[in-house]
């Protein structure tokens, strides 16, 4: 099995800064894709960024400049640096990560969830 544990969400003023952590555990023989998604109160679950082995990554029109992607292979983890935050950042992010387990079976791995509020 595999579990993916989110960290660093919490309630933040406009313009202020989160950095969110979520670390994979569990039988992970690798890890290709990893991600953060958010969904806001009433909103479909949405792509906010996305990191490959090889580092490239992609954002949502939303958060590009706002927000960093990065992730550390060795401790399998992944982060989400957040800043310049606006209210309508506000929602429950989830990570997610697509891993090759020890027995050569690959699956899509989600997070319980963190939720980010931004509010004065």
């Known amino acids: 099995q595999v579990q993916l544990v989110e960290s660093g969400g919490g309630l933040v003023q406009p313009g202020g800064s989160l950095r969110l952590s979520c670390a994979a555990s569990?039988?992970?023989?690798?890890?290709?894709?990893m991600g953060w998604y958010r969904q806001a109160l009433g909103k479909q679950r949405e792509l906010v960024a996305s990191?490959?082995?090889?580092?490239?990554?992609k954002y949502a029109d939303s958060v590009k400049g706002r927000f960093t992607i990065s992730r550390d292979n060795a401790k399998n983890t992944v982060y989400l640096q957040m800043n310049s935050l606006k209210p309508e950042d506000t929602a429950v992010y989830y990570c997610?990560?697509?891993?090759?387990?020890?027995?050569?079976?690959?699956?899509?791995?989600w997070g319980q969830g963190t939720q980010v509020t931004v509010s004065s």
């Open positions: 997610n990560a697509v891993v090759l387990t020890h027995t050569m079976t690959t699956g899509d791995y």
């Open positions: 990191i490959t082995v090889g580092s490239g990554s």
């Open positions: 569990g039988s992970i023989f690798g890890i290709s894709a």
